[in-house]
């Protein structure tokens, strides 16, 4: 029992040395963005927001049940970015939980959903930041969000299991999330002799293995949300195009 | 019974991978990363200075937790009000 206590801190310390600044994660925190970045990730969102707000009034207008599942999409994701969860590297990170709204919603709909909760956590938590907000509604909002959407829609269409199908969507939508984060740091912050693709390994090294193991439980929790919509709201998720498609 | 068969596994699961990493590092501080950044972005260029300090409405951490528990604190009843509300609705219609 000792021994194996032993082997396990062994390996923790080793990953630990693998990876010597391993406590970065989640959003770019205020200021550390040069501006003229600030701005680009700023108006790379604009046009998102404007499809998603049109895509909010088209979908509600849909069926006004659809109102509850929003009112859901907007809860998961408000109470999964809450917690901060521990991870293998020591640090820790959050999960998105935008992945399953973009399921349900599709990507252009939950871009505006993740610009509210990072609105509040900027200004109220001191977590991401004013500045940053555009770097970071384009990671979990937009390139997060296409990444689940994208897969969910393969997967449906090539008829994988739907929970492995949620799963997967889920997962990896939250785990791309901070693939983005990294490299938007990595591209403002280049190594040494200007390559962005040694500061992009140096930041996903961290980003990428401490969300690793949120992902897969973001995934988890994801499935176990989705397949009570699917049995209580069959006909909303048919109205929104999520479950023409057999079982 | 159905739901526990169903899920138990992934419960089990989503508790060792939180728990995994407590036992690993019993004494890490599971830095609040955030405030870490300064030392990664600097270590890239040893220069750059955070150039914009926030709007930070608050300061003190114990209120900012306050707020991070408020916001777990409303999902968590949106999504509860839901379940509950999608419950009573099916049973209304079995009976």
């Keep these: ?100 709204g973009a399921i349900l919603f599709g990507p252009a709909t939950m871009s505006v959903l993740g610009l509210v909760v990072l609105l509040f956590q900027a200004l109220l938590l001191a977590h991401g930041g004013i500045t940053t907000l555009g770097a970071n509604v384009c990671s979990m909002g937009i390139c997060g969000t296409f990444l689940s959407w994208g897969i969910y829609r393969l997967f449906t269409k090539l008829k994988v299991n739907r929970s492995v199908t949620v799963f997967l969507a889920t997962a990896l939508g939250s785990l791309f999330t901070y693939c983005v984060t990294a490299f938007q740091l990595a591209a403002a912050f280049p190594g040494t002799n200007g390559s962005i693709l040694v500061s992009f390994i140096k930041f996903i090294s ?38 023409n498609q057999p079982e | ?12 699961l ?47 951490p114990e209120i900012i937790s306050t707020f991070f528990a408020l916001q777990a604190a409303i999902g968590a009843s949106v999504l509860g009000y839901y379940i509950g509300y999608s419950r009573g609705k099916q049973q209304n219609k079995k009976a």
Aim: hydrophobic fraction near 50%.
């Design chain 2, 14 to 60: 989503i508790v060792a991978l939180l728990s995994l990493p407590l036992v690993m590092f019993q004494h890490a501080e599971f830095a609040g990363t955030d405030d870490k950044a300064v030392s990664m972005v600097q270590g890239i260029d040893k220069s750059y200075k955070p150039w914009f300090e926030g709007v930070k409405l608050f300061d003190s």
């Design chain 1, 1 to 100: 029992m000792n021994h194996s206590i032993r082997k396990i801190t062994l390996a923790g310390l080793l990953i630990m040395l693998l990876v010597p600044q391993s406590l970065y994660a989640m959003h770019i925190a205020e200021g550390f963005l040069p501006p003229q970045w600030c701005l680009l990730w700023y108006i790379v969102d604009i046009p998102f927001i404007i499809w998603g707000i049109r895509s909010i009034k088209e979908q509600v207008a849909l069926n006004s049940k659809i109102k509850i599942l929003l009112g859901v999409a907007g809860g998961f994701t408000f109470l999964l970015s809450a917690l901060k969860l521990p991870s293998v590297t020591g640090s820790c990170s959050h999960m998105t939980g935008t992945g399953l």
């Design chain 1, 206 to 243: 961290v980003f990428g293995i401490t969300q690793l193991p949120l992902s897969v439980v973001e995934g988890f929790i994801s499935v176990m949300v989705f397949n009570f919509i699917q049995s209580h709201n069959a006909e909303e998720l048919t109205a929104l195009h999520v479950s």
């Design chain 2, 1 to 12: 019974m159905k739901t526990v068969r169903k899920y138990g596994w992934m419960v089990v």
